[in-house]
């Protein structure tokens, strides 16, 4: 069964830090370029960031740009999303996604994780 | 970045209905357009992608169009299942922007 399964959300501390972690399953992963999405409470989607199958090319949402970080590892099926600088408008449910060949829609979520920060 | 802009925001409708979503791009975006469907709770399911490409496993009745930077996503029969939150994203140029979302409710 293709499976993605995120770990890592919690509460965390204004100007704190979080790792997400996205595990995945039933396909071959080095093949797809992966994105996580987020989506705050009672609001649409967020695309945050993407990384390219290989993970030579990063690419991230401007709101996030020098305060997260992701990162794959093809060998353990992994991406991982180290968040930095956290701010209360970060604050929403993470889905780690895995982007179809060809016309890069997101063919593939996750349940999710929930990510809350606050004093 | 490419502005999608999504309309309606929210929308009543009634079971067996035809009903139609619209996406406009800020700038070209080459068919590159996506329509995904989420429930509360859920993760969102992938719908539509290159403009008019059924996902395998969405039904049939779902249909994408598409005329110049305006995408359209009609629902035909609508079905209890298909009360949901719906959104388009544009997927050929990095930020992948997605649209502001459009509720569907049932009337």
């Known amino acids: 069964e293709v499976q993605l399964v995120e770990s890592g959300g919690g509460l965390a501390q204004p100007g704190g830090s979080l790792r997400l972690s996205c595990a995945a399953s039933?396909?071959?992963?080095?093949?797809?370029?992966m994105t996580w999405v987020r989506q705050a409470p009672g609001r649409g989607l967020e695309w945050v960031a993407s990384i390219k199958k290989d993970g030579s090319e990063k690419q991230y949402e401007d709101s996030v740009k020098g305060r997260f970080t992701i990162s794959r590892d093809n060998a353990k099926k992994t991406v991982n999303l180290q968040m930095n600088s956290l701010r209360v408008e970060d604050t929403a449910v993470f889905y780690c996604a895995r982007r179809q060949r060809g016309w890069d829609a997101i063919d593939i979520w996750g349940q999710g994780t929930m990510v809350a920060v606050s004093s | 970045d490419i502005q999608m802009t999504q309309s309606p925001s929210s929308l009543s409708a009634s079971v067996g209905d035809r009903v139609t979503i619209t996406c406009r791009a800020s700038?070209?975006?080459?068919?590159?357009i996506n329509w995904y469907q989420q429930k509360p709770g859920r993760a969102p399911k992938l719908l539509i992608f290159?403009?008019?490409s059924v996902h395998g496993g969405a039904p049939p009745r779902f249909s994408g169009g598409s005329l110049g930077t305006d995408f359209t996503l009609t629902i035909f029969n609508l079905q209890p299942e298909d009360f949901a939150t719906y959104y388009c994203?544009?997927?050929?140029?990095?930020?992948?922007?997605f649209g502001q979302g459009t509720k569907l409710e049932i009337k």
């Open positions: 290159a403009a008019s």
């Open positions: 039933g396909f071959s992963f080095g093949d797809h370029w």
């Open positions: 700038q070209n975006v080459n068919s590159y």
């Open positions: 994203q544009q997927s050929y140029s990095s930020p992948h922007t």
